[in-house]
DNA sequence: TTATATTTTCAATATTTTTTGAAAACAAAA
DNA sequence: TTTTGTTTTCAAAAAATATTGAAAATATAA
């Protein structure tokens, strides 16, 4: 396989995953563009890469700094603007993770605790109280783990999985 | 809250998560419909408790099923099929997680094999091949920890995560 | 066998999501 | 100040995805 087409095979696949993840197909190119990119990118380059127009470009690079996967540099008597993405794997697994966990994880949460006050009226609707103080109790779970992992360092995330997969 | 109310509102909550996870959100609302159902549901009362039509009712449910999430019976002397959810939630969760992990973590780790064989060809595309090292490094560790997931059993899942968050 | 109940399929339609591109906003330089 | 290069916005268009509903297929009963 040719280097070029290796990247551009990696480029598509990183954004299928994404789109199946329920993340924008385009977004997920632009940071898989800028992860492999040796030196920061403008703009211009990215529409250029990825054949999307400006706005588009623009749109998914503010959301990549949103979720703190890319950053911008600003070169001195320049007047673009450069980008670059968070090369650290494990920065960025925990970048996804605190952005989603807030986005989505949170609030089924807070659903999920208004939803349980209607505990009082169980008795008559027991299979509905069970299955909500199941998924609760494994939410809440999912929460501590994920708080855990966020705050461990790169060491700690090998460690974690060696221990789980020992 | 009404009892009602409450119900209503976790088959909404859990149709919006899935869709924020790229899972069509009324495969997800039948999912809920049918976890809350004390007895198993015919596709005319999936149809009529979520107003979709019979087409929408007999996809999901199937994809439902291919999943391992719903299971049909049929009762005796009866014409009509009823499906009714798996509710053992760790049960669940495994079988998200066979599912998805088939359908889309696998085929991402066999693209990153094949791009990992433009290594030769590294040392003039370093950022590149340090970014799929990475990467494969990354997602075959998941991908282990998936499968310890996968065997464990209910008690275990608790103890996993207690080891984790300890 | 034929009639009837039920499920499945899928082309057409509707909805949601993404993308475009040109105008507006902004910011540095002249 | 005005000019020029650059970024941002967002309504309209395009693309992707989900849903409908009626016809076809299937299966049970008569």
Not at 27 to 54: C, N
Not at 80 to 105: G, P, S
Not at 116 to 134: G, L, M, R
Request: proline share 3%; aromatic share 8%; charged share 30%.
């Amino acid at each position: 396989m040719e280097i070029q087409e290796g990247k551009q095979k990696f480029i598509e696949s990183w954004g299928k995953m994404a789109s199946d993840w329920g993340i924008n197909r385009t977004m997920a190119q632009v940071h898989a563009l800028l992860l492999i990119a040796p030196e920061p990118l403008t703009a211009d380059e990215v529409m250029e890469g990825l054949s999307i127009s400006r706005g588009n470009a623009n749109m998914n690079l503010r959301a990549l700094m949103d979720w703190g996967l890319v950053h911008k540099q600003l070169k001195s008597g320049e007047r673009k603007e450069y980008f670059f993405a968070e090369k650290d794997m494990w920065t960025v697994v925990r970048q996804i993770i605190v952005h989603r966990k807030k986005k989505e994880l949170e609030p089924m949460l807070k659903v999920l605790d208004e939803v349980a006050n209607v505990e009082p009226n169980c008795p008559e609707s027991e299979t509905f109280c069970n299955v909500v103080k199941d998924i609760r109790l494994l939410s809440n779970k999912a929460n501590q783990t994920l708080d855990t992992l966020i705050k461990a360092d790169s060491g700690w995330f090998s460690n974690i999985f060696l221990r789980m997969v020992r």
